[in-house]
């Protein structure tokens, strides 16, 4: 009866302006941008990855999970205990945590807990979110299959029962968004904003009620529960400009009055840093306003590099808490060097360093740092190319035998990330592992879109112009010419075909951008979709740069290897590029492997997050590429002069 009541409010209050009036895309784009809206349970894909699996790893919530380290006298020592009665699985996952269920489905976690929060549980299918504290045991008890029967006892009792109450609405609310999404973003701000903020007074409503039934409610718990609604809701309002442009492809600004209704005085509060809701927010905030400061720039200059120009004077005027001052610069610096590299990033760091007064930061910085300047050690790094203050480096591994004066032949390596994620360092696995069968190896670096100055075009022309780059310094890199491999991932390996079926020439000295062969890895084939979006309404035709569409005869020989369950870059899509590469004549071969998904991640795992390749099947992946590059003559005692 309570959830018809809540349907019911929910449609009064988005009411008419809710029909559809727009045209519709396809709903499946949604999952790159619908962010947990509705706080704990989420149930569209983020659309901002983390960077690497380590900042993945450390986005949760905070707390020290060595948790079997906890001693019993420890204050801070909190505990769950449970049953899975008729489990379907042998373990739950608690946080980032897989705890084993004994034969009768008993559990017990327990782990050294600061301050109260939100913990994230799975069991199979089935997710959810309870609350715990320092010094508490929740006690809980679940039949498989069915949350309905989800029953907690002990200490937290009645704010777990609430939190267990308010899911089956949120799931209700996300069911009807989901739905609703598009046309709400075909709306005018007013209307928008609107039923934003309706939907945060049911929740905070049923907050307070909550809190004024419960006399001894957790004062932390309110103080949590509060900053969800608040930050998870009007993040989205600042993300308004973008979706509706997304869908109307008409690019407004938040008015002042939008902008008062979302700012939040929690944002000075430290405690709140390990909430994903509050980082989010709080970067959605920061961009808002680096936005308008680099509008306002007139210097011709990368956007990242201007963005980051103007994040030093602009995050100290936001914050007036000092360390989330010295976080949020060293979380954009962290992000500027993943996306962008060392070479583009050492005044930032030298700036940060000198201004920083958290230690804590001031390390993480510093091993990033060292981490990025010992990955650098091995190898010979080389700028091919300065664009509006932005460097890109040809990284170079050579053979440990390679003597001076001779040529070999060469392997040039573009990392995927679908072209907004990666830099050099991800291919400086690859490019020893090449140089070890005696090849020179370059990494390549190469623009990533950002929505603003760069698009995936971009990344076409630096790839056209480090081969152009690699062929005409051929002499003095010790490169044979004729013998230019590129291999890539994902996206990577959409590049490496650019290369060959749209090719860049320079007549005069009689050298061009195609590879003498192509080694492709879960290659993206096609513009369609994301390649598009990406372009961010500028006026291309993105099809006269997919390279599915314009297979011609006298392509390299090419060897694609590709999952069978691959969800990313569709073996379907993949097998249309070989069957017109094998139609045109051309010299085609492909692997599939069974029972991995998008870069050989087992099917078991999803292939949609971070990339978790089968040991077994990346091993068979790299003897049949060896295979076909000794079968060319790229690789042998012969090949060098």
């Known amino acids: 009866m309570q959830q018809l009541r809540y349907r019911e409010s929910i449609n009064i209050i988005i009411g008419d302006m809710l029909m559809k009036k727009c045209t519709r895309k396809q709903f499946a784009e949604l999952k790159?941008?619908?962010?947990?809206?509705?706080?704990?349970?989420?149930?569209?894909?983020?659309?901002?990855?983390?960077?690497?699996?380590?900042?993945?790893?450390?986005?949760?919530?905070?707390f020290d999970e060595s948790s079997s380290a906890a001693t019993p006298e420890s204050k801070n020592q909190a505990r769950i205990i449970g049953r899975i009665i008729s489990a379907t699985a042998s373990s739950i996952q608690i946080n980032e945590r897989t705890i084993p269920l004994s034969a009768s489905g008993e559990f017990s976690f327990s782990a050294d807990l600061p301050r109260g929060d939100f913990i994230d549980l799975r069991h199979h299918d089935l997710q959810w979110t309870l609350y715990l504290e320092p010094g508490k045991t929740v006690a809980l008890s679940l039949t498989a299959g069915d949350l309905a029967t989800l029953h907690y006892q002990g200490d937290l009792q009645p704010i777990n029962e609430y939190l267990q109450k308010e899911a089956a609405l949120n799931r209700e609310i996300n069911d009807f968004l989901n739905q609703q999404w598009i046309s709400l973003h075909c709306r005018n701000e007013v209307q928008y904003i609107a039923v934003i903020d309706s939907l945060k007074g049911l929740f905070l409503n049923a907050l307070f009620s909550f809190q004024e039934a419960e006399e001894d409610v957790s004062a932390h718990f309110i103080k949590l529960y509060r900053a969800e609604v608040e930050?998870?809701?009007?993040?989205?309002?600042?993300?308004?400009?973008?979706?509706?442009?997304?869908?109307?492809?008409?690019?407004?600004?938040?008015?002042?009055?939008?902008?008062?209704?979302?700012?939040?005085?929690?944002?000075?509060?430290?405690?709140?840093?390990?909430?994903?809701?509050?980082?989010?927010?709080?970067?959605?905030?920061?961009?808002?306003?680096?936005?308008?400061?680099?509008?306002?720039?007139?210097?011709?200059k990368h956007y990242n590099?201007?963005?980051?120009?103007?994040?030093?004077?602009?995050?100290?005027?936001?914050?007036k808490n000092q360390e989330l001052v010295d976080y949020w610069l060293s979380e954009y610096l962290n992000e500027h060097v993943q996306n962008t590299w060392l070479v583009n990033s050492e005044k930032y760091i030298r700036e940060f360093l000198s201004i920083c007064q958290t230690d804590l930061y001031r390390s993480r910085i510093h091993d990033l740092y060292d981490s990025c300047r010992e990955a650098e050690k091995d190898h010979v790094v080389k700028t091919y190319k300065s664009i509006n203050g932005f460097s890109l480096q040809a990284h170079l591994f050579y053979p440990d035998d390679y003597r001076a004066g001779e040529k070999r032949a060469t392997m040039v390596i573009f990392h995927g990330g679908g072209f907004v994620l990666g830099n050099p360092s991800w291919a400086f696995q690859s490019g020893r592992h090449y140089a070890d069968l005696g090849m020179i190896a370059i990494a390549?670096?190469?623009?990533?879109?950002?929505?603003?100055?760069?698009?995936?075009?971009?990344?076409?022309?630096?790839?056209?112009?480090?081969?152009?780059?690699?062929?005409?310094?051929?002499?003095?890199?010790?490169?044979?010419?004729?013998?230019?491999?590129?291999?890539?991932?994902?996206?990577?390996?959409?590049?490496?075909?650019?290369?060959?079926?749209?090719?860049?020439?320079?007549?005069?000295?009689?050298?061009?951008?195609?590879?003498?062969?192509?080694?492709?890895?879960?290659?993206?084939?096609?513009?369609?979709?994301?390649?598009?979006?990406?372009?961010?309404?500028?006026?291309?035709?993105?099809?006269?740069?997919?390279?599915?569409?314009?297979?011609?005869?006298?392509?390299?020989?090419?060897?694609?290897?590709?999952?069978?369950?691959?969800?990313?870059?569709?073996?379907?899509?993949v097998q249309r590029l070989y069957d017109k590469m094998i139609a045109a004549g051309n010299a085609c071969e492909m692997n599939i492997y069974d029972g991995v998904g998008h870069l050989f991640t087992p099917t078991a795992l999803g292939d949609q997050g971070w990339p978790k390749p089968d040991p077994a099947i990346q091993s068979r992946a790299n003897e049949r590429a060896e295979g076909f590059l000794r079968g060319l003559g790229f690789i042998g005692e012969e090949v060098r002069r």
């Open 231 to 300: 930050f998870g809701l009007n993040e989205l309002i600042l993300l308004y400009p973008q979706n509706h442009f997304r869908y109307t492809n008409d690019r407004v600004e938040l008015s002042p009055a939008a902008l008062q209704v979302v700012t939040i005085a929690a944002i000075d509060d430290p405690e709140l840093i390990h909430r994903p809701s509050y980082n989010k927010f709080c970067k959605a905030w920061i961009d808002h306003y680096a936005e308008i400061a680099v509008a306002q720039s007139g210097e011709q």
């Open 444 to 573: 390549a670096h190469y623009r990533l879109s950002n929505y603003r100055d760069i698009t995936p075009i971009a990344a076409i022309e630096d790839a056209q112009d480090l081969m152009l780059w690699l062929r005409a310094n051929s002499d003095s890199l010790g490169i044979m010419s004729n013998l230019i491999a590129a291999s890539g991932w994902s996206v990577g390996g959409q590049l490496c075909l650019t290369l060959a079926i749209f090719p860049a020439e320079l007549p005069l000295q009689n050298i061009d951008t195609v590879p003498n062969a192509l080694l492709l890895t879960s290659p993206g084939t096609d513009t369609r979709g994301w390649f598009t979006e990406l372009l961010n309404g500028a006026d291309i035709d993105p099809l006269q740069f997919s390279p599915v569409d314009h297979v011609a005869a006298g392509l390299p020989p090419t060897l694609i290897l590709q999952g069978r369950d691959d969800t990313v870059t569709p073996l379907r899509d």
């Open 305 to 319: 590099l201007k963005k980051m120009d103007a994040l030093f004077p602009l995050v100290p005027r936001l914050f």
């Open 32 to 62: 790159t941008l619908f962010t947990a809206l509705f706080l704990f349970f989420p149930v569209i894909v983020d659309s901002h990855p983390p960077t690497d699996p380590e900042v993945a790893a450390n986005s949760g919530s905070g």
